[in-house]
C-alpha cells in the first residue's frame, strides 16, 4: 500500500519561511514525477513545484524566485523549501506522487494548512 504524509506546514508572519516535507511509504512501486499543489478557500487547486525522476523542476510564476523543490530519492521524500511568504501564499498545501505498481497513477497526501498572517 503506498502513502505519502506531509509535514512542515503552520503559521508564520508575511516575509517568513517554511518548510514542507513529503514521505512515500510502501514497497513494490516506482516513483516517477512528485510534486506540490495547493488549494486556497474558494479556489481551485494549483500546481505550486514539480519535480522529475531526472531532477528537472517546475515552479508557477507566482513562486519563481521564492521556492525550492527538492528530492531524495533514496528516502522516497521531497521537500519544498518556501520564503518570502505572502498572505496570498495560504492555502492547504498537497503532495503528489505519480507511481507505478501494476498500474501507473497519482497518489494524494492528506494536506497541510499553510496560514501566512501577521
Known amino acids: 500500500q503506498v502513502q505519502l504524509v506531509e509535514s512542515g506546514g503552520g503559521l508564520v508572519q508575511p516575509g517568513g519561511s517554511l518548510r514542507l516535507s513529503c514521505a512515500v511509504s510502501g514497497s513494490g512501486f516506482t516513483i516517477y514525477n512528485m510534486g506540490w499543489y495547493r488549494q486556497a478557500p474558494g479556489k481551485q487547486r494549483e500546481l505550486v513545484a514539480d519535480?522529475?525522476?531526472?531532477?528537472?523542476?517546475t515552479y508557477a510564476d507566482f513562486v519563481k524566485g521564492r521556492f525550492t523543490i527538492s528530492r531524495d530519492k533514496r528516502k522516497n521524500t521531497i521537500d519544498l523549501q518556501m520564503n518570502s511568504l505572502k498572505p496570498e501564499d495560504t492555502a492547504v498545501y498537497y503532495c503528489?506522487?505519480?507511481?507505478?505498481?501494476?498500474?501507473?497513477?497519482?497518489?494524494w497526501g492528506q494536506g497541510t494548512q499553510v496560514t501566512v498572517s501577521s
Open positions: 519535480i522529475t525522476g531526472s531532477d528537472s523542476t
Open positions: 503528489y506522487a505519480d507511481i507505478k505498481r501494476t498500474m501507473r497513477a497519482d497518489y
